[in-house]
Structure formats: C-alpha cells, structure tokens
C-alpha cells in the first residue's frame, strides 16, 4: 500500500495498492477529481508532484519542462512510493504559460519533436 496525501485539500491522506492508475484509485476513494480522456492525452488530470515517484510512462499531454516542473497524469500514472499531490486547477499554477512571452526552449520540447528533421520533397 502506498500514503496519498494530499497538500492542498487539508492533508487528506488515501492509502491505494498502486496498481491502477491514481484517477481511478483516488475516485473509487472517493476524491472528486478533474478529468476527461482517462488515457493520458488531454492534460485535465494533471496533479502536481511534491513529494515521492510515480511512473506515468504512457502519458503523452505533458512536455519535458511540465515534467520537470513536477506534473503528473493521474489517469495513467501508478504510484511507486508514498507521494503528495496538490490536486486540481490550482495546481495547474506552472502547467501552461505563455509562448509569445516566455517560449519553450528545445531541451523543454517532448524528445520526439525537439529534434528537427529534414523534410524532402520529390
Ligand atoms: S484525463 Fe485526459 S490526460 Fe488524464
């Protein structure tokens, strides 16, 4: 069993096995949770990451410096320690920003596009 605590609802703490994805053990405890696609592409889950590890290897809305920022998917990532969350909207304080005033540098961007590719034409 792994502690959820969670920071920004008064230290609510859930135990969960760690064994499905944290949307989906937290509502069946009974946390009310933001969500829509429950497969890790549309960003409405993220939670932010305090403290602990999770793997969220299947998530594909975040880029390297939400990552880094301490965001996690909730609907694909599954628990591998104790972990503190801030949970919903007011999380999401570091999630998006602006472009035209603070663009992403390259090492930010996902590792799949951050490279460019030559694109040919016949
Ligand atoms: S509900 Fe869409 S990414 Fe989690």
């Known amino acids: 069993m792994k502690t959820i605590t969670i920071a920004n609802r008064n230290n609510t703490v859930y135990k969960v096995k760690g064994k499905r994805p944290l949307l989906s053990e937290l509502r069946s405890l009974g946390l009310v949770l933001p969500y829509g696609c429950q497969y890790g592409g549309c960003i409405t889950c993220a939670a932010k990451l305090i403290k602990g590890k999770v793997d969220q290897k299947s998530q594909v809305a ?54 460019c590719r030559e694109i040919k034409h016949d």
Do not use: M
């Open 62 to 115: 975040l880029n390297n410096r939400q990552i880094n920022d301490g965001y996690v998917i909730l609907c694909v990532a599954r628990a591998k320690t104790n972990c503190t969350f801030d949970i919903g909207v007011e999380s999401h304080d570091k999630l998006y920003r602006n472009p035209f005033i603070d663009p992403l540098e390259p090492h930010e961007l996902k590792a799949d596009i951050a490279t």
